[in-house]
C-alpha cells in the first residue's frame, strides 16, 4: 500500500512506495529517450554515412594463404618426433624476416624490393602445432597468390640452405679430427709391416694402438656418414596458395549493418544527454514528483491543437468528467468545496477551459456549481459561453443577481451548459486595481458561497508565475489545480507554483496534463486576433484593447453521454473517500 498523508494523498518516494516503482521510472525514461527521435534519426544517418565512406574509400583487398609444416632436418623422415622440438616462435620471426623476404624478391625478380614485399605478410602459428601459415594481401588476387608462394618457396630454401651449411660445417670438423688419426694408422701399418717382429712387445703394442686408431676413425666415419644422410629440407607445403575468388574485409553491406547499429548507439546516447540537461518535464511521473501531487487526467489530443469550443465533447468531454469525479469524491476537497485552476505560466486558454468543463461537470452531477472568472487582466469568458435563458429559482434570495457596483465582482449570469444543465458564471470585469479587487470582502462573501449547502466553486485565475493573481486567492480558496503542458513547463517551474501555493496556505489537488500548446502569452493573443474580422482590428492611432473572442453560437445539445473508457494516466491516485449525498447536502464529510 501506498503511504497516505493526512489530506488522504499518496506521499511520492514514502517507504510504501509501490514495489515497481523502479522498472516503471526505467520505462518512463526510455520512452523520454523516444521522444527526441531527430537525434536518434541523426545519430543512425551518421552511422550510415561512416560505413558506406568505409566502405567506398578503402580498396578491395585480397588475401591468399598458403601453409606449411616445420620438420628438424633427420635421416628417417618418418621417424616420430616430439612436437616442442622446432622453436615455431623462432620459426615465425624467421619466416617475416629480410633475409627470407630477399630471397622472395630475388625469386620475383625484384632484387632490392624485399622491405616493401614483406609489408603485405602476415604469419602465423596455429596453437599446438608445427604449421605456418603465410597469408599476404594486395589489391590483386593473383599477385596476392604468387607472393605468398614466394615466401613460403624462400623460406623453406633459407632453412635448407641453413641446415647444409651446418651440416657442411660439421663435417668439415669431423674430418679435421680424422686426419691425424689415418696418418697415425698409416704409419703404425707401416711399422708393423717392415720395423717390429712379431712376438716382440713392441711388435704387440703397434698392434693395439692399430687397433684404437681404426676403431676411432671407423667412428668419425660413421658420423660424417650419418650427416651427409640428413634430410635437410625445412618442411613441406602442405596448402599452396591460389588467387582467392572475393575480397576479404566486412565488405559494404556489412559495414552498412554496424554503421546502423552504432548510430542507434550514439543516436540513444546523444537522446540521453539531451534527457539529462533538458529543463522541461516529458511525463506524468515527472510533474507528480515536482508538484508532489497527482495526476489526475490526461487532456486526449483533440487533432486541431487548442478545442474548437469550450465545452468539450467525446472522449475529451468523459476526460473532464473522471477528473471532477475524482475531485469530487477526495476527502480534502469535499470539505471545502473550493477549487482554484490556474497555469504554471503562459496562456490561460487551458485554464480557462478545464474550468468551465469542471464546472459543467460539477453540475451534471446535480451541484451547485458556480465558476468565477478571476482574470481581471484579460477577462473573455463571458463572451464566449451561451447564456441561459431566464434566471433559475432562487437567486434573488441569495443575492446571485446583485454585484458591487461599478466593480468586480459583478452578477451572476446563467450559463447554459447543454445536457450538463445550467451553472452560475461571474465574469471577470477589467479593474484598476486587481489585487485590491481580488482580496475585497465581496470577493471572499462570492467565494464563501461554497460553504452553503451543495455548491462548490471552481475559480480561474491567471498563471501563478506571471502575476501573483492565484496566490492572493489561494489562502480563500484552498484547493488548487494545476494545468499544464508536460512537454512545456519545467521543472524548476513546478517546483515554485508549490513552494508559492504550500507558502500561501493552499493545497495542490493535482495537475491535468495536456499537450494542446506551447503556453506562450503569444499563443493567446495570436488566437484571439485570428479570431477577429478584419474590420474589427484597432486602428494605429487608438490604444491596443484586449483581445476578445467572439460569443460562440452554440447548436442545441443532441449528444448522448458516452460511458467513461477505462485509462491508465500512469500517476499516483488520490486517496479516495467514498461520500455519503448527505455529508455533501451538510457541506461538511462526516467523521
Known amino acids: 500500500m501506498s503511504a497516505v498523508r493526512e489530506d488522504g494523498r499518496g506521499t511520492p518516494g514514502a517507504p510504501g512506495h509501490h514495489p515497481y516503482d523502479e522498472p516503471d521510472l526505467l520505462r518512463d525514461q526510455f520512452r523520454q529517450l523516444l521522444r527526441y527521435r531527430l537525434l536518434i534519426i541523426c545519430g543512425i544517418l551518421l552511422g550510415l554515412a561512416g560505413g558506406a565512406w568505409l566502405g567506398l574509400s578503402s580498396n578491395e583487398t585480397y588475401i591468399a594463404t598458403s601453409e606449411i609444416t616445420v620438420r628438424m632436418p633427420?635421416?628417417?623422415?618418418?621417424?616420430?618426433?616430439?612436437?616442442?622440438?622446432?622453436?615455431?616462435?623462432?620459426?615465425?620471426?624467421?619466416?617475416?624476416?629480410?633475409?627470407?623476404a630477399q630471397r622472395a624478391a630475388e625469386s620475383l625478380g625484384r632484387p632490392g624490393a624485399g622491405s616493401s614485399l614483406k609489408s603485405g605478410l602476415t604469419v602465423?602459428?596455429?596453437?599446438?602445432?608445427?604449421?605456418?601459415?603465410?597469408?599476404?594481401?594486395?589489391?590483386?588476387?593473383?599477385?596476392?597468390?604468387?607472393?605468398?608462394?614466394?615466401?613460403?618457396?624462400?623460406?623453406?630454401?633459407?632453412?635448407?640452405?641453413?641446415?647444409?651449411e651446418t651440416i657442411a660445417h660439421n663435417v668439415a670438423a669431423l674430418e679435421e679430427q680424422r686426419t691425424p688419426l689415418l696418418e697415425r694408422r698409416d704409419q703404425l701399418q707401416i711399422d708393423l709391416d717392415q720395423n717390429l717382429l712379431e712376438g716382440t712387445t713392441a711388435y704387440d703394442n703397434a698392434v693395439a694402438d692399430l687397433s684404437g686408431v681404426s676403431a676411432q676413425v671407423s667412428e668419425l666415419n660413421s658420423?660424417?656418414?650419418?650427416?651427409?644422410?640428413?634430410?635437410?629440407?625445412?618442411?613441406?607445403?602442405?596448402?599452396?596458395?591460389?588467387?582467392?575468388?572475393?575480397?576479404?574485409?566486412?565488405?559494404?553491406?556489412?559495414?552498412?549493418?554496424?554503421?546502423?547499429?552504432?548510430?542507434?548507439?550514439?543516436?540513444?546516447?546523444?537522446?540521453?544527454?539531451?534527457?539529462?540537461?533538458?529543463?522541461?518535464?516529458?511525463?506524468?511521473?515527472?510533474?507528480t514528483r515536482a508538484l508532489r501531487a497527482p495526476v489526475l487526467g490526461v487532456l486526449p489530443r483533440t487533432g486541431r491543437g487548442h478545442p474548437d469550443q469550450l465545452l468539450a465533447e467525446g472522449r475529451l468531454a468523459e476526460e473532464y468528467r473522471s477528473v471532477?469525479?475524482?475531485?469530487?469524491?477526495?476527502?480534502?476537497?469535499?470539505?471545502?468545496?473550493?477549487?482554484?485552476?490556474?497555469?504554471?505560466?503562459?496562456?490561460?486558454?487551458?485554464?480557462?477551459?478545464?474550468?468551465?468543463?469542471?464546472?459543467?461537470?460539477?453540475?451534471?452531477?446535480?451541484?451547485?456549481?458556480?465558476?468565477?472568472?478571476?482574470?481581471?487582466?484579460?477577462?473573455?469568458?463571458?463572451?464566449?459561453?451561451?447564456?441561459?435563458?431566464g434566471v433559475r429559482p432562487g437567486w434573488a434570495g441569495n443575492g446571485g443577481g446583485r454585484g458591487t457596483a461599478g466593480g468586480w465582482p459583478g452578477a451572476r449570469v446563467p450559463i447554459d451548459g447543454g445536457e450538463?444543465?445550467?451553472?452560475?458564471?461571474?465574469?471577470?470585469?477589467?479593474?484598476?486595481?486587481?489585487?485590491?479587487?481580488?482580496?475585497?470582502?465581496?470577493?471572499?462573501?462570492?467565494?464563501?458561497?461554497?460553504?452553503?449547502?451543495?455548491?462548490?466553486?471552481?475559480?480561474?485565475?491567471?498563471?501563478?508565475?506571471?502575476y501573483a493573481d492565484a496566490i492572493a486567492l489561494t489562502d480563500r480558496v484552498d484547493g488548487v489545480l494545476v494545468v499544464c503542458d508536460p512537454s512545456q513547463v519545467r521543472r524548476d517551474d513546478l517546483?515554485?507554483?508549490?513552494?508559492?501555493?504550500?507558502?500561501?496556505?493552499?493545497?495542490?489537488?493535482?495537475?491535468?496534463?495536456?499537450?494542446?500548446?506551447?503556453?506562450?502569452?503569444?499563443?493567446?493573443v495570436s488566437l484571439a486576433e485570428d479570431e477577429l474580422p478584419a474590420e474589427a482590428a484597432p486602428p494605429p492611432h487608438q490604444q491596443p484593447q484586449p483581445p476578445v473572442r467572439p460569443r460562440v453560437a452554440?447548436?442545441?445539445?443532441?449528444?448522448?453521454?458516452?460511458?467513461?473508457?477505462?485509462?491508465?494516466?500512469?500517476?499516483?491516485?488520490?486517496?479516495?473517500?467514498?461520500?455519503?449525498?448527505?455529508?455533501?447536502?451538510?457541506?461538511?464529510?462526516?467523521?
Open 324 to 389: 471532477a469525479f475524482r475531485l469530487a469524491y477526495d476527502e480534502t476537497f469535499a470539505q471545502r468545496r473550493r477549487l482554484l485552476v490556474v497555469a504554471p505560466r503562459g496562456s490561460i486558454e487551458t485554464p480557462l477551459a478545464t474550468s468551465v468543463n469542471l464546472t459543467a461537470a460539477f453540475a451534471e452531477m446535480g451541484m451547485d456549481a458556480l465558476l468565477v472568472e478571476a482574470d481581471l487582466r484579460t477577462p473573455t469568458l463571458s463572451d464566449q459561453l451561451r447564456h441561459a435563458d
Open 495 to 524: 517546483a515554485r507554483v508549490r513552494e508559492l501555493v504550500v507558502g500561501a496556505g493552499g493545497i495542490l489537488l493535482g495537475a491535468v496534463l495536456h499537450s494542446w500548446g506551447s503556453g506562450n502569452d503569444s499563443d493567446r
Open 420 to 466: 450538463s444543465g445550467i451553472f452560475d458564471l461571474v465574469p471577470g470585469t477589467r479593474v484598476r486595481n486587481v489585487p485590491r479587487a481580488l482580496t475585497s470582502p465581496a470577493a471572499t462573501k462570492l467565494i464563501g458561497h461554497a460553504d452553503t449547502k451543495g455548491a462548490v466553486v471552481v475559480v480561474l485565475a491567471p498563471a501563478v508565475l506571471s
Open 223 to 287: 658420423s660424417v656418414a650419418s650427416l651427409q644422410a640428413l634430410d635437410t629440407s625445412g618442411g613441406r607445403v602442405i596448402t599452396e596458395a591460389s588467387a582467392p575468388r572475393s575480397p576479404s574485409g566486412p565488405g559494404l553491406p556489412l559495414l552498412l549493418g554496424l554503421g546502423y547499429v552504432v548510430g542507434i548507439g550514439l543516436g540513444l546516447l546523444a537522446a540521453w544527454v539531451r534527457l539529462v540537461f533538458d529543463p522541461t518535464v516529458r511525463s506524468a511521473g515527472d510533474v
Open 124 to 164: 602465423t602459428n596455429p596453437p599446438n602445432t608445427e604449421v605456418l601459415r603465410f597469408a599476404y594481401s594486395a589489391d590483386d588476387p593473383a599477385v596476392a597468390a604468387e607472393r605468398a608462394n614466394a615466401f613460403v618457396v624462400a623460406y623453406l630454401e633459407h632453412r635448407q640452405a641453413d641446415a647444409d
Open 554 to 591: 452554440w447548436p442545441p445539445a443532441t449528444r448522448q453521454p458516452a460511458p467513461p473508457e477505462h485509462r491508465d494516466i500512469g500517476s499516483e491516485t488520490l486517496g479516495l473517500r467514498v461520500l455519503d449525498p448527505a455529508e455533501l447536502e451538510d457541506g461538511s464529510p462526516r467523521q
Open 74 to 100: 633427420t635421416a628417417d623422415p618418418f621417424a616420430p618426433t616430439a612436437v616442442d622440438r622446432v622453436v615455431m616462435g623462432s620459426e615465425r620471426r624467421t619466416a617475416v624476416s629480410d633475409v627470407v
